[in-house]
């Protein structure tokens, strides 16, 4: 299976983008979706994940500002990403799951951009 991230772009700090991740298959409905992201210098980090139950977590950082939804009829999982920071800057990833580890190849990513 393969992963396609779009969406991502320069914003300055308290803006919003939406973030797309389309699939080869129709699998988002069998396993838990995460989205990810690697800032430079940094080790990939799962941002947020939801469940083929639509059941959702995010990390720390991102809680309150970040949804992560799953879009059935156009077979994507998307992240709205709200009240950006400059520490958000980084490229974004999706990726199924398998328990907490992530299971599928790695796409191109979507680089984020948020300037002060």
């Known amino acids: 299976v393969q992963f396609v991230e779009s969406g991502g772009g320069l914003v300055h700090a308290g803006g919003s983008l939406k973030l797309s991740c389309a699939a080869s298959?129709?699998?988002?409905?069998?396993?838990?979706t995460g989205w990810y992201r690697q800032a430079p210098g940094k080790l990939r980090e799962l941002v947020a994940h939801?469940?083929?139950?639509?059941?959702?977590n995010y990390a720390d950082s991102v809680k309150g500002r970040f949804t992560i939804s799953r879009d059935n009829a156009k077979n994507t999982v998307d992240l709205q990403m709200n009240s950006l920071k400059p520490e958000d800057t980084a490229v974004y990833y999706c990726?199924?799951?398998?328990?907490?580890?992530?299971?599928?190849?790695w796409g191109q990513g979507t680089q984020v951009t948020v300037e002060s």
């Open positions: 298959a129709n699998i988002f409905r069998i396993y838990t």
């Open positions: 990726n199924i799951m398998v328990g907490s580890a992530a299971f599928g190849s």
């Open positions: 939801i469940t083929s139950s639509d059941y959702t």
